[in-house]
Structures are given as C-alpha cells and as structure tokens.
C-alpha cells in the first residue's frame, strides 16, 4: 500500500509544480507533444524550470533532496540551468528524536551514550538528510563529534529507488531523447552514492585515508587537517571522530579580521585539489563551503579542515596522465594534442578523424582564451569538453564527471575568496612540474624504486625459468597437425549431417507427394 500512496503524492507533487510539463516538453515525441497540450491548457508556468523541479524535490523529503544534489553533479547529462538550480538544494531537514539517535549509539555500540562517553550533548549541533552530529567528549578528555544515521533509512530509500527506477524505464521508453537523458543510469548511480552514504564505517576509511595522504610524514600536513577517525566507537550506522574548531569558509570577513591571508588560502585551496587529483589520485569530492572549514587555532591558523567523507572520487594512473596532459595542451591551446589525447585514451571511437575532433575542440577552448585568465573557468572548459566528446560517441568516465563536479566547487570556492584567483597560472606550474616528475629521470628513478621489491623476487629465479622453457619440447607441431585432424572430421561430420538432412528432405518430400495424389 505505500508503495502506491507514495506514487500518489509524487504525482500530486509533480502536478503542482509542473514538472509534467518539463519533462514532457524535453522529448520530442508526438505522444509527449500532445499531452503537454492537454496540460498545459493554454497556460505556461511562471517560474524557471530549474526552480521548479528543485522546490519539488524539496517537497518530496530528504531522499529526493539527496537525488537532486547527485543529480546536479551530471553536468554532462542534464542542462546547465538545471544543473545550477540544483546545486543549491541544502539538507534543511529537522533533527530526529535524541531518543532514538540514543538508542541508535546502543544498538551499534553495545551501550547507551552515557555509559560511553564522559559527556555526550543531546542536542544535535546538526541534521541532514541521512544522519545528524552530536558533540561529546571521551573518558579520556578528547573532544569528538558523533555522527549518527537516520532510523529507518535503509528501507525508505529503497521504496523510494524502486519507485524512480520505474519512472526512470518510462523516460527511457518515450524516445531517443529520452534514452539519451540515460535516466536508468542516473537513477543506478544514486542508488550507488546513497548506499555507501548508508554506511557509515565505508565514509570513516575514506576519512582516514584523506589524513594519512595529509599526515605529518607527507611534509604537506599544514595544508588540511582531517579529523582523526575514533575506531572503537563507529560502526556502520555510527560514526565519531574527533571534533574540529574552525570557521566556515564563506565568512570571509571573520577569517580577514583573525589575521589569514585571504589570496593565499584561495590559492591553498586550488593546490590542495590538485595535490589529491594527481599526487593521491584520491580526492574528496564533495568539497562545497558546508563541508570546508579553516582552523581558528593559533597553531594551525589558516589551515583548511575537511568534514564529511560520504563521496570520494579515485583516479588510475592513466586517469591522472590522461587529465595533466590534457589541461597541459589547453595551456598551451595544442588543440590537435588534445584530440590524439583523446584517440589515444580508447573513448573516441577508432575511426574518428583527428582533424574534426581537433576543430571540435578548438570550437570549445578559443572561446575562453580570449578572456582575461582570472575570468577562465578550468571546470567549464572540462564540462565543454564532455559535452563535445559526447557527439563524438564518448561514454564519459564517471570518475572524471566527478572530478569535473568537484573542480566547479573548488574555483567557486575560491573565487569566493579572492575574485581575482588566476585558477591557470595557479595550477599550470604545479602541472607542469609534475609531469617533469612523472615523465623524467626523477619519474624513472621512482618507477624502478617501486618495482624493485617485486623484481628482487622474481630475478633470481629468471635463468631458471628461461632454462625450463627452452628445455621443453617443442609441441606446436603436433598441437597443429591434431589441430587440422579435428577440423577435418568437423568437415568430415558437417557433410555427413547436410546428406541426412537432404535425405529426410527428400523422404519428407515423397511422402507429402504420395499423400496427395
């Protein structure tokens, strides 16, 4: 029965903001045409379509809030101002009973709050759509916040899958422009984000191995502090570290008035992407200002602080080649670079020709270098690039749609900070100075310290090995002349197979002539 009271209310909702006629609109379908003069009855909405769809989601509760902000990262998918509307969805969800957040810490844990911690806040510092925080502090005096999910999440979250899966086939169903939308995809790849959002230990090992990349022994410590992850008090629907002290990015004129160095801390930031993107190839990636901190301490002043780990991106070895060599051409506005990237990557098609992708591309960047660099988006020349790719039949990687997404929040982030944050003469030198590092003699010398560990392994038994194969006789010969054998009497069997046929053919043939006559 919810299952159809919950399809009802979406419908009723959808009727009142109009998205009937959003998504009708948006495929070019006789049938989708002729039902969006029926409902529109002459009448148009007033209010962008964007705007529409994001109050709806809003209205339809935490998990459709959570859709439309994984929605908006698939800037490759979905159109810009919808994209940009959705990116302001915000988990305003009130908090769930202390009681049973309480009850949850037990169930997890093996004992209530009180007997756990020294001091434990009932009231939560804050809620979102999947947990909230509490504040406490441990027997032995550490400071520590307190993530706890959402009673019963796992199984609204599935009715509610079910439900847009089935929505999802329908889009699907209408038409090309419905297939092209890839909404089963969309839908799947929520189903992903939210499920490992659900797990609460899956976001505490992303959490630390964020502060071991950051450690003290990676000489880049004073850059972001990650919150140290408590291992004895977080399960899979708790999760405690330890509690962080800063101010939230965005109040610029709180961090000028405490002594930071706004420009630096922007340019701080764009290293910091840059420095997970290529050195870690792993980043966090879901870095806007509600999950971006700068300490207020006297001994960190004006370091970042990282919070909530649910979404992560990792990139491969090629990934992260494919990306410097990539931002490295537009640098230096090698279009033709950039299309044998590409060609080269395996995600054009084999037969596509490099001088029409190179005018594609040069169609996408040229536009942007006649701008003062500090107006050059780095995130929008990707987003362009993916949607050019597009039309070339590439399926665009999702780690690298994610990276795209995080790259938008980082040069938001910190043109927020210093309006004049040049992003290229930022990241160009580090670019440049790490492909030196990668492709050099000081790339080499750190390729073979890598493998020697296996190579000290495998040498010494080398001369064996050679010795044991070249003592072995030689089969292929006899492999061949079975080979030939076996397809002879497949020949052999095929002949014998097509006369029987013919043979029945023929008796089947008499028999029906005899029956006639």
Same mark, same amino acid.
């Given at each position: 029965?919810?299952?159809?009271?919950?399809?009802?209310?979406?419908?009723?909702?959808?009727?009142?903001?109009?998205?009937?006629?959003?998504?009708?609109?948006?495929?070019?379908?006789?049938?989708?045409?002729?039902?969006?003069?029926?409902?529109?009855?002459?009448?148009?909405?007033?209010?962008?379509?964007?705007?529409?769809?994001?109050?709806?989601?809003?209205?339809?509760?935490? $998990?459709?809030?959570?859709?439309?902000?994984?929605?908006?990262?698939? *800037?490759?998918?979905?159109?810009?101002?919808?994209?940009?509307?959705?990116?302001?969805?915000?988990?305003?969800?009130?908090?769930?009973?202390?009681?049973?957040?309480?009850?949850?810490?037990?169930?997890?844990?093996?004992?209530?709050?009180?007997?756990?911690?020294?001091?434990?806040?009932?009231?939560?510092?804050?809620?979102?759509?999947?947990?909230?925080?509490?504040?406490?502090?441990?027997?032995?005096?550490?400071?520590?916040?307190?993530?706890?999910?959402?009673?019963?999440?796992? &199984?609204?979250?599935?009715?509610?899958? &079910?439900?847009?899966?089935?929505?999802?086939?329908?889009?699907?169903?209408?038409?090309?422009?419905?297939?092209?939308?890839?909404?089963?995809?969309?839908?799947?790849?929520?189903?992903?984000?939210?499920?490992?959002?659900?797990?609460?230990?899956?976001?505490? &090992?992303?959490?630390?191995?964020?502060?071991?990349?950051?450690?003290?022994?990676?000489?880049?410590?004073?850059?972001?502090?990650?919150?140290?992850?408590?291992?004895?008090?977080?399960?899979?629907?708790?999760?405690?570290? /330890?509690?962080?002290?800063?101010?939230?990015?965005?109040?610029?004129?709180?961090?000028?008035?405490?002594? $930071?160095?706004?420009?630096?801390?922007?340019?701080?930031?764009?290293?910091? %992407?840059?420095?997970?993107?290529?050195?870690?190839?792993?980043?966090?990636?879901?870095?806007?200002?509600?999950?971006?901190?700068?300490?207020?301490?006297?001994?960190?002043?004006?370091?970042?602080?990282?919070?909530?780990?649910?979404?992560?991106?990792?990139?491969?070895?090629?990934?992260?080649?494919?990306?410097?060599?990539?931002?490295?051409?537009?640098?230096?506005?090698?279009?033709?670079?950039?299309?044998?990237?590409?060609?080269?990557?395996?995600?054009?098609?084999?037969?596509?020709?490099?001088?029409?992708?190179?005018?594609?591309?040069?169609?996408?960047?040229?536009?942007?270098?006649?701008?003062?660099?500090?107006?050059?988006?780095?995130?929008?020349?990707?987003?362009?690039?993916?949607?050019?790719?597009?039309? %070339?039949?590439?399926?665009? /990687?999702?780690?690298?749609?994610?990276?795209?997404?995080?790259?938008?929040?980082?040069?938001?982030?910190?043109? /927020?900070?210093?309006?004049?944050?040049?992003?290229?003469?930022?990241?160009?030198?580090?670019?440049?100075?790490?492909?030196?590092?990668?492709?050099?003699?000081?790339?080499?010398?750190?390729?073979?310290?890598?493998?020697?560990?296996?190579?000290?392994?495998?040498?010494?038994?080398?001369? *064996?090995?050679?010795?044991?194969?070249?003592?072995?006789?030689?089969?292929?010969?006899?492999?061949?002349?079975?080979?030939?054998?076996?397809? *002879?009497?497949?020949?052999?069997?095929?002949?014998?197979?097509?006369?029987?046929?013919?043979?029945?053919?023929?008796?089947?043939?008499?028999?029906?002539?005899?029956?006639? *006559?």
């Amino acid at each position: 029965m919810f299952p159809l009271l919950r399809l009802f209310r979406i419908i009723i909702v959808s009727l009142r903001y109009g998205l009937d006629e959003l998504v009708l609109s948006s495929l070019n379908h006789p049938l989708a045409t002729c039902l969006l003069r029926v409902i529109r009855l002459g009448t148009r909405p007033r209010r962008p379509r964007g705007e529409r769809l994001r109050l709806a989601l809003e209205s339809l509760g935490p $998990i459709f809030v959570k859709f439309g902000q994984v929605l908006s990262t698939r *800037r490759d998918l979905i159109p810009a101002d919808i994209a940009d509307e959705l990116a302001l969805l915000q988990d305003r969800v009130p908090p769930f009973p202390s009681a049973q957040a309480a009850a949850c810490i037990e169930a997890a844990l093996g004992a209530p709050p009180e007997k756990l911690f020294a001091q434990f806040e009932i009231d939560p510092v804050a809620s979102a759509s999947i947990a909230q925080v509490h504040f406490a502090v441990l027997h032995d005096g550490r400071e520590v916040a307190v993530k706890v999910l959402r009673p019963g999440m796992l &199984s609204i979250i599935e009715k509610d899958l &079910s439900l847009l899966k089935i929505v999802a086939r329908i889009i699907e169903r209408l038409g090309a422009d419905g297939r092209r939308l890839k909404p089963r995809e969309v839908v799947a790849e929520f189903d992903k984000y939210l499920h490992d959002e659900l797990d609460l230990v899956r976001e505490a &090992s992303n959490c630390s191995q964020l502060r071991r990349n950051f450690g003290p022994e990676s000489g880049r410590g004073d850059m972001l502090i990650v919150p140290e992850v408590i291992w004895e008090y977080t399960a899979s629907t708790v999760f405690t570290m /330890q509690r962080m002290y800063g101010m939230p990015v965005g109040q610029v004129d709180r961090m000028r008035a405490a002594g $930071i160095d706004i420009p630096t801390l922007a340019r701080t930031g764009v290293e910091i %992407f840059f420095t997970q993107v290529f050195t870690d190839g792993f980043f966090h990636a879901d870095m806007h200002p509600g999950n971006i901190y700068v300490s207020d301490r006297p001994d960190t002043l004006g370091s970042y602080i990282a919070l909530d780990f649910g979404i992560v991106g990792s990139l491969s070895e090629f990934d992260k080649n494919y990306l410097a060599q990539n931002f490295l051409a537009f640098f230096h506005r090698d279009y033709r670079r950039v299309a044998q990237l590409h060609i080269e990557s395996g995600w054009v098609p084999p037969d596509t020709r490099e001088e029409e992708l190179e005018g594609a591309v040069r169609a996408v960047c040229e536009p942007y270098f006649d701008r003062p660099l500090s107006e050059i988006s780095l995130g929008q020349v990707l987003l362009r690039l993916f949607q050019t790719s597009r039309r %070339f039949n590439v399926e665009i /990687q999702p780690q690298l749609v994610l990276l795209q997404k995080t790259l938008l929040n980082v040069e938001g982030l910190g043109r /927020q900070l210093d309006p004049n944050l040049d992003l290229w003469k930022t990241a160009k030198p580090y670019l440049e100075r790490w492909m030196r590092q990668r492709v050099g003699f000081k790339g080499l010398r750190q390729s073979l310290e890598k493998e020697a560990a296996q190579w000290s392994q495998m040498l010494p038994a080398l001369p *064996r090995l050679v010795h044991d194969h070249l003592s072995r006789p030689n089969v292929s010969p006899a492999l061949l002349a079975e080979m030939v054998q076996l397809r *002879r009497a497949q020949e052999q069997n095929n002949r014998l197979v097509a006369a029987l046929v013919g043979v029945l053919a023929l008796a089947i043939g008499v028999a029906i002539w005899a029956l006639t *006559r």
